[in-house]
C-alpha cells in the first residue's frame, strides 16, 4: 500500500466517523425533540379535543337551527310562536267585531251601545249569539263531573250604577276619602260603562262548592276546569292574576268572557289577556 492509498484510508474513515457522529448527533436531537413534544401532550390533546367538542356542539346547534328554520319539526311549531309572537293578523283581531268590544276602566262602552240578548234561565241574559257556545260549555262542565253555575250575567246601565255605588260606600263607611273610594270601588266593581256585563258577553261562574267570589274559586275542581277548558267554547278567564296591572281590574277566577273561538284560542296558547291580544 502506498502513501497515497493510506492517506485516503484515512481521509475515509475520518469521513465515516464525522458522518457516524453527524448521525448520532442527528438521533440525539430527535430523540430530544421528541421527548419534549412528548412532554404536554396531555394538554394539547385536552385543548384540541375541547376544541372539537366546541366545534361539534356549535355544528350540531347550527344544525339544529338551520333544522329549525328549514323544517320546523311539528311538536316545536307552538314553541316557535310563543317565543316569537306572530304578527298580528288584522283578519283575526278587527277590534270592530261584535265578540272583540272592549269595556275596561280606559274604554266605556258607547252610550248607544245596544244589544240582542236572550234569557237563558235563573233571571239571566246574555247576547243571543254567545247562548249556543255557552250552554254546550255549562253541559260539557256537568258531564266532567262538575257542579257550577251561572250567579251573573248581563246588566243593565242601571244595575251596575247600583253595584257600583254600594262599593263605593263601603269604601267611605272604611273611611276612605271619596276620590279614593272611587279609585278603589273601580278596581272590584267597574265605573259603570266599564264594565263587561254590560256587553252580554260576560257571565260570572261560581262552583256549587264554594260559594264565595274570592280568589278560593281558583281551587275549586269546576274554575280549574273552566280555565283549562273555556277557550274551546270561546271563552277566556277575562281577568287573570297576574294582568291586574294591563286589564285594570283585581284576579277574578269566576269572570269568564266570550271572544269567539279563534280569539279565545290564540290567547290560551299565548298566554295573553284579551287588552294584549287586541294590540296584537
Ligand atoms: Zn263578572
Redesign the pocket.
Known amino acids: 500500500m502506498d502513501r497515497k492509498n493510506i492517506n485516503r484510508n484515512n481521509y475515509n474513515s475520518n469521513l465515516l466517523k464525522i458522518l457516524i457522529a453527524l448521525t448520532v448527533v442527528i438521533c440525539v436531537v430527535l430523540v430530544a425533540v421528541a421527548v419534549m413534544l412528548s412532554d404536554k401532550p396531555d394538554k394539547a390533546e385536552e385543548n384540541s379535543d375541547k376544541e372539537i367538542t366546541e366545534k361539534a356542539d356549535e355544528e350540531k346547534k347550527s344544525e339544529n337551527d338551520n333544522a329549525t328554520e328549514e323544517q320546523p319539526p311539528q311538536e316545536d311549531a307552538e314553541v316557535i310562536i310563543e317565543e316569537k309572537p306572530e304578527e298580528p293578523d288584522e283578519a283575526s283581531v278587527d277590534t270592530s267585531a261584535w265578540n272583540l268590544v272592549l269595556a275596561n276602566p280606559w274604554n266605556k262602552l258607547p252610550e248607544d251601545f245596544t244589544v240582542e240578548l236572550s234569557d237563558i234561565g235563573g233571571g239571566h241574559m246574555v247576547d243571543s249569539r254567545i247562548v249556543d257556545d255557552l250552554n254546550q260549555m255549562m253541559s260539557d262542565l256537568a258531564r266532567a263531573g262538575h257542579s257550577a253555575f251561572i250567579c251573573?250575567s248581563f246588566r243593565t246601565n242601571t244595575k251596575q250604577t247600583t253595584l257600583y255605588n254600594n262599593e263605593v260606600n263601603e269604601y267611605l263607611a272604611m273611611g276612605y276619602s271619596e276620590e279614593e273610594a272611587a279609585v278603589e270601588a273601580g278596581k272590584w266593581v267597574a265605573v259603570p260603562g266599564t264594565?263587561?256585563?254590560q256587553t252580554g258577553l260576560?257571565?260570572?261562574i261560581m262552583s256549587n262548592y264554594y260559594l264565595k267570589l274570592d280568589k278560593g274559586q281558583e281551587d275549586t275542581e269546576e274554575q280549574k276546569w273552566l280555565m283549562e277548558n273555556s277557550w274551546k267554547y270561546g271563552f277566556v278567564l277575562?281577568y287573570p292574576n297576574d294582568k291586574s296591572h294591563i286589564t285594570g281590574i283585581y284576579y277574578?277566577p269566576?269572570?269568564y268572557r266570550y271572544v269567539g273561538k279563534d280569539a279565545a284560542k290564540e290567547m290560551f296558547e299565548r298566554d295573553v289577556c284579551f287588552e294584549e291580544y287586541l294590540l296584537g
Request: hydrophobic share 25%.
Open positions: 251573573s264594565s263587561e256585563h260576560a257571565v260570572d277575562r277574578e269566576w269572570h
